[in-house]
């Protein structure tokens, strides 16, 4: 509440020889908008609503009986894929062979394609996409695969270490795609 100090002297009275009244001082008591101010906030606190984190739906295996099943898949259900460095993205179709001639290479642009062949002539059940990101590779391309998991409706996938020999031949074809001439 605002107070008025009101001790100064008796009438209004101009001319010489009277004494100048003085000023009148006011103070004001900030004790309710402190209330005020605690109560917006409270209200602004109540009434937001708090930013729910985002985050990408996995989909988990369910247990099997045995241990030893639980991760079993049938060879011409399996495509892994291989990410390498400078964008550079390679896959085979069931297991390596000695000669690596299932290893094909390949562009983000072009996986997609590639995974949609594949789920196109696999059942569903059947369907797994192993994927194997490289040393070189950045955590955008393992990301951008992510998404195209979940862009292609593909349930079954799952995120491997790089083997040795696979990690040989990314290397082997990347050199051997950078000294081939750009068309």
Known sequence: MAEMDTSSGGGHKKGPG???????????DLTPMV?????????????????????????LPKDADKPEDQNKAKQSGVITILLGKD????????????????????????????????????PEKDLVVVLK??????????????????????????????TKDETQLVKLSETANAAAPVK
């Open 133 to 162: 990101p490289s040393e070189e590779c950045t955590y955008k391309n393992v990301v951008d695969i992510l998404d195209e998991m979940t862009i292609n409706v593909l349930k079954r996938y799952a995120l491997v270490d790089i």
């Open 18 to 28: 009277v004494k100048k009244s003085k000023k009148l001082s006011t103070r004001v």
């Open 35 to 59: 209330d005020l101010g605690f109560l917006l906030i409270t209200f602004f606190i109540f009434t937001t609503t708090m930013s729910q984190p985002t985050a990408m739906k996995l989909y």
């Open 87 to 122: 964008d550079n993205v390679f896959y085979y179709e069931g297991i390596l062979d000695n000669t690596a001639s299932n290893f094909k290479s390949s562009t983000f642009k072009e996986i997609r394609s590639v995974l949609l062949d594949k789920k196109s002539r696999t």
